[in-house]
């Protein structure tokens, strides 16, 4: 059985993210996204918990897909998963440059471990969780961007953090 891992904050989790997760479940038995948690990243909107939780709703009808938090590094985590691969989505060459160095240092901390770069659809090539969150605070529309089972409680949370 072959397991991968989709890593990422998810900040919350778009339509760009589900694209690369369903695709990714097309393609191996079995897909676990993990929540990093990244301590060179502030100012989340949701706790990792709680951005777990969204993912598992949004991903409710991929039965290969599982959903986890993890605060180490990922080369171990893939280590004690026994995955095969990380995947990563791709929208722009400067993803690639930051997920190729990534990919080369999780292979040195991970010799059996590769890493598979699928391109995002063009529909999805500009989004991204701070996108998202910034069209949110500025009172736009997100529901082209994130998965329809969520964007109230993405709504609800980035309006009252507006309001603080």
């Known amino acids: 059985m072959k397991t991968v891992i989709c890593p990422g904050s998810f900040d919350p989790v778009t339509n760009g993210h589900l694209d690369i997760i369903s695709r990714s479940s097309a393609l191996f038995d079995k897909v676990i996204v993990v929540v990093m948690q990244n301590p060179s990243k502030s100012n989340f909107c949701f706790t990792p918990e709680e951005r777990a939780q969204l993912i598992k709703r949004c991903t409710a009808e991929f039965h290969n897909v599982e959903v986890d938090v993890y605060g180490g590094l990922l080369a171990e985590y893939a280590r004690q998963k026994n995955a095969v691969a990380v995947v990563k989505g791709l929208r722009a060459m400067s993803d690639f440059e930051y997920e190729f160095q990534q990919a080369q240092i999780n292979k040195k901390l991970n010799s059996e471990l ?32 994130v ?14 953090g507006v309001s603080k």
């Open 147 to 160: 998965p329809e089972v969520i964007r109230d409680d993405i709504v609800k949370r980035i309006k009252r």
């Open 114 to 145: 590769e890493t598979i770069f699928i391109n995002t659809r063009m529909e999805n090539m500009y989004l991204s969780s701070s996108t998202v969150k910034q069209i949110c605070e500025l009172g736009g529309d997100i529901s082209d961007f």
